[in-house]
């Protein structure tokens, strides 16, 4: 394989695609080299199978709003990949999604479950639709929409959708609801359901917990810990407000989080107090990241991201291509040790570039975030037991889990200085196991 000639390819085929086009464009120029001491690989053309979804549904959905007009949006799921186990992977609703967004999430997604020692494929779904104003029964109302046309695509052994930006615990019950209604089946068809019905205990905190579990073991690597460390938020979701109540536990202290409309800046630290107000802030009325400021009398900043902030640790944990080089270069000049992906995709690859070329700890999401599928992965599991566990038993394997992915970035990642690349590690460790599973299932 040529990289270079696979994704000029790529491009060609797929020219409006640059987010699908970017996380491929990494994957293949850090696999490249290992890929190739397997000829048998190539002989199967293995590399445009993996990049190319197994297949897409595209459907629109039509929904009643609450002053009686009709409303239209798209909706998708990119089925990316079924080698290692059922595809597996998290629905996403915001104004921004689009096919270019939602391949590169399941393309993502495919090595990242991988990671988790789990036998889960890759998948992603969403909608154009934007849940942000919205009433509580136009959200049900969308989601029960969107799941009567994706309804008969998914499954427990096929596909199994869960969250992600836009979809918490209230859309994931409203989806599963309206997909128990029309299978006449009570499955484990949907990840992070509600504890009464089948959810797993630590589904929602295991996304950002798992990233300072990772987080942790990087410090490790250099004899360091996170007490008394500095830490920069990016996000004011699900993954960044577990992200921030470990932190807290470990003894870090956390400056910045935001949204779409801006940041904040608590130079106390976001403490216990601060975050259950932000939870409830954002969890139940669904106001700004702003309102903090004002409660608290501290600095927030409209219309931008917190990347110019001095810290010693950033946790990335908003969306997409949130840090780039710009941002990137000030990370370094103001002295960080580590960046740990909370979101899928932060940093651009220039970004990932001067992070590396400045040797400092940085991994990718599909290694450090890999926390919310794991216990995802976890309640199949339970599910299929007709058990539910322990909050402590599923905190102690989402902690191993988040481990063994470490020696698996160690382990392929280690480069002849001995700094670690977490790239290249995460993305052949991933890789490998699916392209050996691939292998033995024939030409598909
Ligand atoms: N959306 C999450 C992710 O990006 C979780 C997916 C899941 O639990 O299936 O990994």
Known sequence: MNATKVLEDLNRRFPNEPEYIQAVSVVLNSIEEEYNKHPEFDKSNLVERLCIPDRIYT??????DDKGNVQTNMGYRVQHNNAIGPYKGGVRFHASVNLSILKFLAFEQTFKNSLTTLPMGGAKGGSDFSPRGKSNNEIMRFCQAFMTELWNHVGPDEDVPAGDIGVGGREVGYMFGMYKKLSHQFSGTFTGKGREFGGSLVRPEATGYGNIYFLTEMLKTKGLDLNGKTCLVSGAGNVAQYTVEKVIQ??????????????????????????????ELKNLYRGRISEYAEKYGVKYVAGA?????????ILPSATQNEINEEAAKAIVANGAIAVSEGANMPCTPQAIKVFQDAKILYSPGKASNAGGVSVSGLEMTQNAEHLSWTAGEV?????????SIHEACVKYGTEPDGYVNYVKGANIAGFMKVAKAMMAQGII
């Open 305 to 313: 991201k917190p990347w110019s902030e001095k810290a010693d640790i």
């Open 59 to 64: 459907f629109r959905v039509t929904w009643v």
């Open 250 to 279: 470990l003894g870090g202290k956390v400056l910045t989080m935001s949204d779409s409309d801006g940041y904040i800046y608590d130079p106390d630290g976001i403490d216990r107090e601060k975050l259950d107000y932000i939870m």
């Open 395 to 403: 905190d102690n394997r989402l902690h191993s889990i988040m481990k």
